[in-house]
C-alpha cells in the first residue's frame, strides 16, 4: 500500500512534499497508523486526497473580540482571510488599500477595522464592508 503526504514529512532519509507519493516500505513498520490519525500521510486515493484539500481551504479559525456590552464575539476566518488582515496590519497604507478592495468578508473587515488605528485604513474597510453588504433605502421591504 502507498500513502499520499498531506504534510511536508521525511521518511528513510527522503524529503516528501504536500501530494507526494509515500511508499509503504518507507514509512517504519505500526507507525502508518498513527501517522494517518496525525494527518501526516494518507492511505492512497484521489478522493481522500481531495477530501482534505477541501477541507483546509475551507476550515475557519475563531478570534475573539470585545464586544460592545463588554463580553466576546467570535468572528470566524479563514486563513486566507487572516492573512489578508496580517497583510494590511503590516504593510503602509498605499499596500492596504488593494488588499481591503479585494476582500470579502465582513467578519476580516470588522477584525480591520478594530486592529489598525490608521484612519485611512479604518475608512477603506467601512467603504469595502458598505460596498458588499449596502444598507436598505428607507421605505423599502
Known amino acids: 500500500m502507498a500513502y499520499t503526504a498531506l504534510k511536508p514529512c521525511r521518511f ?3 524529503d516528501y512534499m504536500v501530494g507526494e507519493s509515500v511508499p509503504d516500505e518507507e514509512i517504519r513498520p505500526g507507525a502508518a497508523v498513527d501517522l494517518v490519525k496525525m494527518q501526516v500521510i494518507a492511505p492512497q486515493a484521489a478522493d481522500v486526497l481531495e477530501a482534505v484539500k477541501e477541507e ?3 476550515k475557519t479559525i475563531g478570534i475573539a473580540v470585545p464586544d460592545e456590552e463588554g463580553g466576546t464575539e467570535w468572528l470566524p476566518l ?3 482571510d487572516l492573512q489578508n488582515v ?3 496590519l503590516i504593510g503602509t497604507t498605499a499596500q492596504a488599500e488593494p488588499i481591503i ?3 470579502d468578508n465582513s467578519c476580516a473587515l470588522y477584525l480591520l477595522n ?3 488605528a490608521r484612519k485611512s485604513v479604518k475608512q477603506a474597510a467601512k467603504d469595502r464592508a458598505k460596498e458588499l ?3 436598505p ?3 423599502e421591504e
Do not use: H, I
Request: charged share 30%; net charge negative.
Open 86 to 88: 496580517f497583510n494590511v
Open 114 to 116: 478594530l486592529a489598525d
Open 101 to 103: 478592495s479585494k476582500m
Open 12 to 14: 528513510s532519509g527522503r
Open 133 to 135: 453588504y449596502p444598507e
Open 137 to 139: 433605502n428607507e421605505g
Open 56 to 58: 483546509s481551504e475551507t
Open 78 to 80: 479563514t486563513q486566507d
